[in-house]
């Protein structure tokens, strides 16, 4: 069906080739306002508008030639041609016969709702203009330009002269729309509007811009997209249907809405038609592009536009400027990284894995050397041409490392003990939070290099709830990880095991801080920006290879900002580092190993398998690598260590073994030394292990050496400088009266004179302990009180090692005691001993054996089970054996079944009931019985859950 003709346009009177109307109204406009000076500017414009009236017809033949733009052209650092922006296809001319109507109507309603009927200027709004340029009214917004004065802007000034905010540009821009208005029809205007109009993402044009968002021709259009193109061109730096930060995201629906609104009060289209095309929404079938490193070019071209806008050019300036961009990627560098990343994938297929994203960095400079979005840009079966490195997604264990500068910051040690048992976290309103560990297993008390070398989950929640998650999001924002929001409650806990969603390149950057040292550099992409002439628009640390610079010349050099005490950045890079410790984990020969390269890293895995990550670094290099599927189908048996760390070892060891990548990363012409000296105020100090301090040690069996800050964490200010908390005073503790004495003599290590408890005496103890919680196990040693001391150490005390139990809370400390017992560790006694605990009666030896295999040792027992076990004696040694139990509903020891009076080896002794047990912890003894009298007993402690 043909398509119903345009408003058609009525002739008008003319003066000078001008409606008399618009001449009246701009004589009154300026008599009104400028008072004494309207006639000499009166005169002006007499002398102005027959001057452009005489050069029109001399350059309406221009108009009809008008190439819109030069072409800009985007290098990699070392002169290698990227893209050739613009070039022919990039702008793609269509009749206004072909543009829906859809897409006239939204753009005169959203732009210049009084195109049809207007002179080329919007009277009203530029009186109200004048007026307030002059301090007349009371608007202080400049008013809106027609859709003919922006077509004038851009076919008729150069980008230095769009720049001039000037009464003399604004007036021939006026004059110039209404000459225009005359020369050409409205059809004819708003077809060049049309095909000259700048929409993002490098498409001029509403042909081009309806292939780039939605992949299909003009004439195809849906009203709703049409609508979304019309709204675009407001700004179109910031209006990105393409980009996925929900910020942008809000904003673009936001003007569709706005468009689709503006459209229902011009009589365009019903507010039917508006609701039913909102609920259709839209679906972005992004156009192909032909570029070389397709991922990193479009990213700098972003970059280059935010930039560029800064200094005061327009998009239009920038784009069709005729510009010489080299950007700070290395070409050799980006195929290296897109090589190993293809050839991992292909790897992994059969774990399901279909793609992989590289960053690679110069930390000093934070200028990008390479950026794979994917491994396959061309690929629409793996959304090949979404920007991996910019899209957001859990990091899994990658965070860990911030968690421990920030726990170092708030005055933890990494010499000080910390415990991988279970814990179970009450959080409001949520089930309750068990953190497991990759492998799910429980590695008992450890030091802070052994957790994190080893990406230990539960140490590093335990970390965080005496840091804070609000301090860990404050730490990670000084880094440059903005995406996360600000509110703690959004995260919990589960933010140093990946909880939030960040984007690899700003992961990869924060990592590049601890190669830094603590500070921290922005990423760029751009090193220098050169106009068609040669002269140096914007140069990043002396990056330009050519061109002169001119006082406009916007020069920058780097400049990092201290964001972290170097002595905690030393800490982080040494554990990061240390091979020997991540081994009991990563095994000693993982693709985390880089002989000869002294390097750092962190490997992540988020717990449904959807994310594996490994970013590492050197002081002059830094890598991150991301692998999983678009979609968020989880892999299958992958993790950060087996799909992500091949990729990291083979891009940092192909730049290090080939002096041209390498190259690229050299400062003054050389790489910096990679093994970094200790700053000052680090000490190296011997510790007991504990993970070897075994029950009843005398003294330490093994020792660790360690680094420890020497005094307080300098904590950074908005500036980068560093404020020192004072020294903590330290005052003699006089020798207590009474109780028991615990002296530190290694970090988490106590010496106390301590007496052993026999298990029938330990289960005896009552504990007080508050709602909710548990009670503590059974101890097998109490503290000797002071007063004790002689009668103690007569009846077999000894000052024994113990390892403090975890202060997060009091059911930690049972589960780390429980741990403590099963592995025969030395756990801190949490009891006194009492006067005649030393005079107890202990039973003989006869020379029987006994022994319960079954319940073992804090066994969990709750359905009826055998007791297992072997009671061999003769009758010189006993009569019979006899089963008895306490705990629970048990004050004192009761007799369990009947006496049995022959010897049993490995075989089932008895029955046990556990189902008819109150919850808690109970003895079962063994005992060997010659008449009334026990001559001999074993015990074992069950749980009844």
Not at 599 to 609: A, L, N, Q, R
Not at 927 to 944: N, S, Y
Request: charged residues 15%.
């Amino acid at each position: 069906m043909p398509r119903p003709p345009l408003p058609p346009r009525k002739p008008r009177q003319r003066i000078l080739g001008v409606p008399s109307g618009c001449l009246l109204l701009m004589m009154g406009m300026l008599l009104s306002v400028c008072g004494g000076l309207s006639l000499l500017t009166i005169g002006a414009a007499s002398l102005i508008l027959p001057r452009v009236e005489a050069a029109w017809s001399a350059r309406i033949a221009e108009v009809d030639n008008y190439r819109s733009f030069a072409s800009t052209f985007i290098y990699d650092r070392h002169g290698d041609e990227l893209y050739e922006a613009f070039e022919e296809g990039r702008r793609v001319h269509v009749g206004i016969e072909h543009v829906p109507l859809s897409l006239i109507h939204a753009t005169i309603a959203i732009e210049d709702d009084s195109f049809y009927s207007n002179i080329g200027i919007d009277v009203p709004a530029t009186l109200v203009a004048a007026l307030s340029y002059l301090g007349a009214g009371r608007d202080t917004s400049p008013g809106g330009s027609t859709i003919t004065q922006q077509l004038v802007r851009n076919i008729f000034f150069d980008y230095e002269k769009r720049l001039q905010r000037s009464v003399s540009r604004k007036l021939e821009e006026i004059l110039l729309a209404l000459v225009l208005t005359q020369a050409k029809g409205k059809d004819e205007i708003l077809e060049m509007y049309l095909n000259e109009i700048y929409f993002g993402n490098l498409a001029y044009g509403v042909q081009t811009a309806a292939q780039t968002f939605f992949g299909k021709d003009i004439d195809q259009l849906s009203l709703g997209e049409a609508a979304l193109l019309a709204g675009l061109p407001q700004a179109p730096a910031w209006l990105d249907p393409l980009n996925p930060d929900p910020t942008v995201q809000a904003a673009v629906d936001a003007r569709w809405r706005l468009v689709l609104g503006e459209m229902v009060e011009e009589g365009y289209i019903t507010q039917s038609q508006a609701r039913a095309t909102l609920q259709a929404g839209l679906t972005f079938v992004p156009g192909n592009a032909s570029l070389t490193a397709p991922h990193f070019t479009v990213y700098a071209l972003g970059e280059l536009e935010r930039l560029l806008l800064g200094l005061g050019y327009t998009p239009e300036d920038i784009l069709g400027g005729g510009l010489r961009v080299y950007t700070t990627l290395d070409l050799g560098v980006n195929q290296l990284a897109q090589q190993a990343a293809a050839n991992q994938v292909a790897q992994l297929q059969r774990n399901n894995v279909s793609n992989a994203a590289v960053v690679v960095t110069k930390p000093a400079t934070g200028e990008i050397i390479a950026m794979v979005g994917s491994i396959d840009y061309e690929n629409e079966a793996i959304d090949g041409s979404v920007n991996v490195s910019t899209a957001f997604r859990q990091p899994g264990s990658t965070i860990k490392p911030f968690t421990y500068a920030a726990a170092m910051e708030r005055g933890l040690s990494p010499l000080d003990v910390l415990w991988d048992t279970p814990t179970e976290i009450a959080v409001p309103g949520q089930p309750v939070y068990a953190p497991r560990n990759f492998d799910n297993r429980f590695h008992g008390p450890m030091t802070m290099r052994a957790a994190l070398a080893n990406s230990y989950n539960i140490p590093a929640v335990q970390t965080l709830r005496l840091v804070g998650v609000d301090y860990l999001l404050d730490l990670l924002r000084r880094f440059g990880i903005g995406t996360l929001a600000e509110d703690a409650a959004s995260y919990g806990l589960s933010l140093t095991l990946g909880g939030g969603e960040i984007t690899l390149i700003e992961l990869t950057n924060a990592f590049a801080v601890f190669a830094n040292g603590g500070d921290y550099v922005p990423v760029t992409a751009i090193r220098c920006v050169l106009d068609s002439a040669s002269r140096i628009v914007y140069q990043y640390a002396d990056g330009c290879p050519r061109g002169q610079s001119t006082a406009q010349s916007a020069l920058r050099q780097t400049e990092p900002i201290r964001v972290l005490d170097a002595r905690i950045a030393f800490l982080i890079n040494d554990i990061l580092g240390d091979n020997t410790a991540r081994a009991p984990a990563m095994g000693a020969y993982s693709p985390l190993r880089t002989d000869g390269i002294v390097s750092s890293v962190k490997t992540g895995t988020t717990d449904d398998i959807k994310d594996n990550w490994t970013v590492g670094y050197t002081r002059n290099v830094a890598v991150g690598v991301w692998v999983g599927n678009n979609d968020g189908e989880p892999m299958r048996g992958s993790s950060g260590l087996t799909g992500a760390a091949p990729i990291w070892n083979t891009v940092l060891r192909g730049i290090y073994g080939n002096a041209t990548r390498r190259s690229a990363f050299a400062m003054d012409g050389r790489l910096l030394g990679d093994q970094p000296d200790p700053p000052p105020g680090l000490s190296r100090r011997q510790v007991c292990d504990v993970s070897k301090l075994t029950s009843g040690a005398l003294d330490c069996s093994a020792y660790i050496n360690e680094w420890a800050l020497d005094g307080p964490a300098g904590i950074p200010d908005r500036a980068g400088n560093l404020h020192y908390p004072p020294l903590p005073q330290r005052y003699p503790t006089p020798p207590p009266a009474s109780g028991s004495v615990v002296v530190e003599v290694s970090p988490g290590v106590y010496s106390a004179l301590a007496y052993p408890l026999p298990p029938e005496l330990a289960a005896g103890i009552q504990f007080r302990v508050g709602p909710g919680e548990q009670p503590p196990i059974p101890p097998n040693f109490c503290r000797v009180p002071i007063e004790h001391k002689a009668e103690a150490i007569a009846a077999g005390a000894q000052n024994l090692l113990f390892i403090a139990g975890p202060a997060t809370s009091q059911r930690d400390a049972v589960a780390a005691e429980r741990y403590a017992r099963e592995h025969n560790l030395a756990f801190l006694p949490t009891v006194d001993c009492w006067q005649d605990v030393y005079h107890q009666q202990q039973f003989g030896q006869v020379g029987a054996h006994l022994q319960i295999t079954q319940p073992h040792s804090w066994q969990s027992v709750s359905q009826p089970i055998a007791i297992v076990g072997s009671a061999v004696f003769d009758p010189s040694q006993a009569d019979y054996y006899l089963f008895y139990i306490r705990g629970g509903q048990f004050a004192d020891f009761t007799p369990l079944e009947h006496a049995v009076h022959e010897s049993r080896r490995d075989a089932p002794l008895a029955t046990l009931h556990a189902n008819s047990l109150q919850p808690g912890n109970y003895v079962l003894r063994l005992a060997l019985h010659k008449g009334e009298r026990i001559v001999q007993a074993t015990d074992v402690i069950f749980i009844v859950p």
